[in-house]
Structures are given as C-alpha cells and as structure tokens.
C-alpha cells in the first residue's frame, strides 16, 4: 500500500513558477515509477511527466522544456518544476505511482487527491 499527497498548487501568474511535491508513504518507494498527471474541467486526464526508479524521464510534448520531474528516494518525494506556465497549464495535478516490471507486467496504480494550479492574470 502507497499513500501519497499532493501539495505546492495554487494561483499563478503567467510566465510563473511553481513546484509541486508528491510525498509518498509506504515502503520501498524508489522501485515505483512516478508520473504526474493533470486533468482540466470537460477533459480527460492526462501524463504531464514521469519518472522512472532508474530515474528515466518522460515529458509531455506540450510542457517539455519548461517541466521538470524529480525525485528524492530518501524523501519519499517526487517533486514537479514548472516553469513558464501558460493558462493552458491550468488543472488539478495528481500524482500516481506503479511498480513497472516491464510493461505488460505492472502492479497497482495508487493516486493521490490532486493539487489545483490556476495559471491567470
């Protein structure tokens, strides 16, 4: 079992910056491959980036360049830099984490409640 909570959301102005963390209870969390997922009103939710326990990373074409993922094992914390958010940017931003095998082998997926980010003048 992983738990994990959201934080760092909030209002922003464009061309700002913001981090988000993923704090993550549970054991032997460096083995789960992490990915942070936003989802707008109306949309579907969708993979912003994700990060590997071999620390490989994985952007979306709409935010690559500006997003970073990371994570700190010892923190049990994977955390999101955004920076020069667009209003497009704005949704509720999730976390979620998976044991990856290979990718037909794959063990649960755990969510945590998601942060709000508002990107607005």
């Known amino acids: 079992q992983v738990q994990l909570v959201e934080s760092g959301g909030g209002l922003v102005q464009p061309g700002g910056s913001l981090r988000l963390s993923c704090a993550a209870s549970?054991?032997?969390?460096?083995?789960?491959?992490v990915g942070w997922y936003r989802q707008a009103p109306g949309k579907q939710r969708e993979l912003v980036a994700q990060?590997?326990?071999?620390?490989?990373?994985d952007y979306a074409d709409s935010v690559k360049g500006r997003f970073t993922i990371s994570r700190d094992n010892a923190k049990n914390t994977v955390y999101l830099q955004m920076n020069s958010l667009k209003p497009e940017d704005t949704a509720v931003y999730y976390c979620?984490?998976?044991?990856?095998?290979?990718?037909?082998?794959?063990?649960?997926?755990?969510w945590g409640q998601g942060t709000q980010v508002t990107v607005s003048s």
């Open positions: 979620n984490a998976q044991i990856v095998i290979i990718l037909s082998l794959k063990g649960n997926n755990y």
């Open positions: 549970g054991n032997n969390f460096g083995i789960y491959t």
């Open positions: 990060i590997t326990s071999g620390g490989t990373t």
